[in-house]
C-alpha cells in the first residue's frame, strides 16, 4: 500500500522537478532593489528608473529611488552608505564618477548586496555587471556619422557634455575624435568640449559662450539629455534658429517641440525605460542567484527576452534610434 503511494507520487514530483528545471532557478519573491540615479531630478534618469520600479513590481520586489540633486562625484556616496545599512538585496546605480564611489560599493559587495551599474560604469570591480544603453562605440561613431549629414561634411562645431568625470560621456567622446580621423570628417573640425554639468542653466549659458567665442560654430553635439535640450532652448529664440545645428542623445517628449519648429532636424538615443527595466532584472538575477556577471551566462529579463553577459561584465540593450520629424510622434517617453 505504502509502496503504491510512493510510486504514484514519483510522476508528480518528476514533474514538479522538470518543470523547476524549465523555469530555471527563478526569482526571489520580495527583492529589495534601489536604483541609485545620478541625480533624482533629472528627466532622463525619472524614466529609467521608472522603468526599473516597472520590472521589480513585475517581479514581485520592493523597489525605492534614492540619490542626489546634483551630479558630483562624491554626491552618492551617502546614499550608498544607507542602502548599506538598509540591506538592500541591490543597488543599481548610474555613477556620477567611475571610481569616486567604487570604495564604498565594494563595502556592500562585501556584505552580499549585489551591484549593477547602467547607463554610466564604474570600474569593474565596483560591480557585477554593467547594463549598456548601446555599444559605446556605436554610440560616439553614430554622433559624428549624423553631425556629418546635417552640416554637409564640413565646418566647425563644438561638443556640449554634462560633468568632465561622466564616464558614458567621456567614452563616447574618445569614439566621436577617433571617427573624426576619417577621411571623410576631414572638413569637419572640432572646437571645443564645454561642460554644462548636467544642469540646464549652466548647459543654456555655455550655449550662449560657445556661439560668442566661435563665430563660424555651425553645430553642438550634446551627448546628454539636459544639454540637448538646453542647447536647442537657446537656438529656438536665436537668430540662428533653422541654421545652426543641433544635435545629440535627447528624448522624443522632450525635444518633440524643437523637432516640429525647426530648431532640431534630427538626434538620438534608445528607450531609457527600457535600460533601468533591463538593469532590474540584471540585479534580481543576479540576487536570486541565477547568474555570477560571468562572461557568456544568460538570464530572462521579462519583455526584453533572454539576454546574455558579454566581456567585462557588460550587457548590452540595443542599437540607437534616429528621431526627426517622420518618426517623432511613434514614440512616447
Request: without cysteine; hydrophobic residues 40%; aromatic residues 8%.
Amino acid at each position: 500500500m505504502h509502496r503504491n503511494i510512493k510510486l504514484l507520487a514519483m510522476p508528480v514530483l518528476l514533474a514538479a522537478l522538470l518543470s523547476a528545471t524549465a523555469m530555471g532557478a527563478g526569482i526571489k519573491k520580495d527583492l529589495k532593489i534601489a536604483f541609485l540615479p545620478k541625480q533624482i531630478n533629472n528627466p532622463y534618469e525619472v524614466i529609467a528608473d521608472n522603468g526599473g520600479l516597472e520590472a521589480i513590481k513585475e517581479m514581485g520586489g520592493v523597489g525605492k529611488v534614492v540619490g542626489p540633486s546634483d551630479a558630483g562625484a562624491s554626491s552618492q556616496v551617502s546614499y550608498i552608505n544607507t542602502l548599506i545599512t538598509q540591506k538592500q538585496n541591490a543597488i543599481v546605480i548610474a555613477a556620477n564618477d567611475a571610481n569616486a564611489v567604487v570604495p564604498y560599493l565594494k563595502k556592500a559587495q562585501a556584505q552580499g548586496i549585489k551591484v549593477v551599474t547602467f547607463d554610466s560604469d564604474t570600474a569593474p570591480e565596483g560591480r557585477a555587471l554593467f547594463i549598456n544603453q548601446a555599444d559605446s562605440e556605436s554610440i560616439g561613431r553614430g554622433q559624428i556619422q549624423l553631425l556629418s549629414k546635417l552640416i554637409g561634411g564640413e565646418g566647425e562645431f563644438a561638443i556640449l557634455s554634462a560633468t568632465p568625470n561622466a564616464t558614458n560621456q567621456n567614452t563616447w567622446i574618445k569614439w566621436m575624435e577617433d571617427e573624426l580621423k576619417k577621411p571623410e570628417y576631414a572638413k569637419i573640425k572640432l572646437v571645443k568640449v564645454a561642460y554644462g554639468n548636467d544642469d540646464d542653466q549652466k548647459s543654456f549659458v555655455e550655449t550662449q559662450g560657445l556661439l560668442q567665442a566661435y563665430p563660424n560654430l555651425k553645430a553642438i553635439v550634446a551627448p546628454t539629455t539636459v544639454g540637448i535640450s538646453a542647447a536647442a532652448r537657446y537656438i529656438s529664440t536665436s537668430p540662428k534658429k533653422g541654421t545652426f545645428v543641433v544635435t545629440g542623445l535627447g528624448t522624443p517628449n522632450q525635444m518633440r517641440a524643437f523637432v516640429k519648429n525647426g530648431t532640431v532636424k534630427a538626434f538620438q538615443l534608445w528607450d531609457p525605460g527600457a535600460l533601468g527595466y533591463l538593469a532590474a532584472y540584471a540585479a534580481a538575477n543576479l540576487a536570486s542567484g541565477n547568474i555570477t556577471g560571468k562572461e557568456g551566462e544568460t538570464f530572462e529579463a521579462g519583455k526584453l527576452g533572454k539576454r546574455t553577459v558579454g566581456k567585462s561584465g557588460e550587457v548590452i540593450l540595443g542599437p540607437p534610434t534616429t528621431f526627426d520629424a517622420s518618426n517623432i510622434d511613434n514614440f512616447n517617453f
